[in-house]
Structures are given as C-alpha cells and as structure tokens.
C-alpha cells in the first residue's frame, strides 16, 4: 500500500541554524500538506500546497519557514533559523484531492532545537 | 470548546468492551476525518465521514456525525489491546461558497487504555 515517507526520523540542530525536513507524498496525490505537534500538545496546521504554490497558511507559517516541490516527488519544509519553540513533531500529509478526501500522513520528523 | 474536542479525554477499558469517543466542533465543515496514533508515532487514518453523511462503518470501527449538533462520535467495537492509542478528530471546515483547500483542525485526543 502506497505510504507518505519522511525523512530523517529525528533531527537535531542548533538554535538559530537551517534544517531542510523531507517528504515524500503517495505519488498521485495533488495536495501536500505540512503540521506539527508540539510535545503534549494538539496537532497543528503549517500550510498547504497544491499546482506549486501556497493554498493556505497558517499565522505559524511566518517568513522564516518555507516549502517547496523541488521535483515531481519530494516535497520539503525549510525553517531558516530555528529557534527553540521550533522543537516538535514536524508531519507531512497528502491527498488526492482538497475537498472531502482523505489525508495520509507520514511517520514524522522529531525536530529538536537545542 | 475549541474546534475538533474530544471527550473523554482519557478512557480505560478491558479487553473485548466496546469504546466510544466524542468529538464536537464549532464551524461548518466539509469532512470529519478520525486518526489513530500510536505513543510518539505517525497518524494512522481511520475514517473519513463526509458532510451529508450519517453514518459509516469501517471493520470494527462506526462513526456517527450529527451536523445539526456538530458532533461526531467513534465506537470501536470488541477491543484489542492493540487499539491502546490516542484517538484524534480533525475537521476540514467549509470556508464561503463551498470552497476548502484541505486544511484540518485536530481536536486534542482521546487517550484510549485497553487492558489485556
């Protein structure tokens, strides 16, 4: 059965450095999406992406994060300097479609900021 | 409450008992997806309960969804020990004219015990 992949599994960084998390959607998927989950806390939205661009943005998703379909397989989340707050469970989601479709999500990447 | 709540918030029963989950929201929305997750682990999609829809079944699993009340509910019939997960409700609300690009408000879990 088709499955959203991430990589790496865990990532730890220094305050104020670049990561680069990695997805790979289910590949006739259109819609690509981005959340976390802060330790404890609820899952969150980051963004949507579909046809190359931004659909949706959450007030999360400010200018230090970005993402990008740099091929027609992998889809990625940048967080230029990451500050500590950043330390969480980053998810990588897809679906065919946006309306009423189901979203699969990937394992997840631990991020922790130190 | 906010968006996507389940209760209870945490639920422990034995092994072949059935479990039932409820999940309220605010908004109107498109779909109710419920995920499974695993302590520290990837969401697990269960079931996706579109708008005008009532109910739907999946296996051991049935969803209800009551638009007029905006709720939803989760039975898991005969439980395993396997099923010992946190249980999640995530909307896909209907923004003006119909429109949704996917966006899902996760409620923040039911924490489901099953013991052996």
């Known amino acids: 059965e088709p499955e959203v992949t991430q990589t790496p599994s865990h990532q730890v960084t220094q305050m104020g450095q670049e990561v680069i998390l990695r997805c790979v959607p289910i590949?006739?998927?259109?819609?690509f999406y981005w959340y976390r989950q802060i330790l404890g806390q609820k899952v969150e939205f980051l963004v949507s992406?579909?046809?190359?661009?931004?659909?949706?943005k959450s007030e999360i998703f400010d200018d230090q994060f970005s993402v990008e379909r740099p091929d027609g397989s992998n889809f990625t989340l940048k967080i230029r300097s990451t500050k500590l707050e950043d330390s969480a469970m980053y998810f990588c989601?897809?679906?065919?479609?946006?309306?009423?479709?189901?979203?699969?999500f990937g394992p997840g990447t631990r991020l922790t900021v130190l | 409450s906010q968006q996507g709540e389940e209760d209870p918030q945490a639920l422990s029963i034995q092994e072949g008992e059935n479990a039932t989950m409820n999940c309220s929201y605010k908004?109107?929305?498109?779909?109710l997806q419920w995920y499974r997750q695993n302590s520290g682990r990837g969401l697990v999609h269960l079931i996706l309960i579109r708008s005008n829809e009532r109910e739907k079944h999946s296996g051991r699993l049935r969803v209800t969804l009551d638009t007029s009340k905006k709720s939803s509910s989760l039975l898991i019939t005969a439980s395993r020990a396997a099923d010992t997960a946190s249980y999640f409700c995530a909307t896909d609300a209907r923004y003006a004219g119909g429109t949704s690009y996917g966006k899902l408000t996760f409620g923040q879990g039911t924490i489901l015990t099953v013991h052996p």
């Open positions: 989601a897809s679906s065919h479609g946006a309306w009423a479709n189901e979203q699969f």
């Open positions: 992406f579909y046809n190359n661009e931004i659909s949706e």
């Open positions: 908004t109107s929305i498109n779909n």
């Open positions: 590949s006739n998927h259109l819609y």
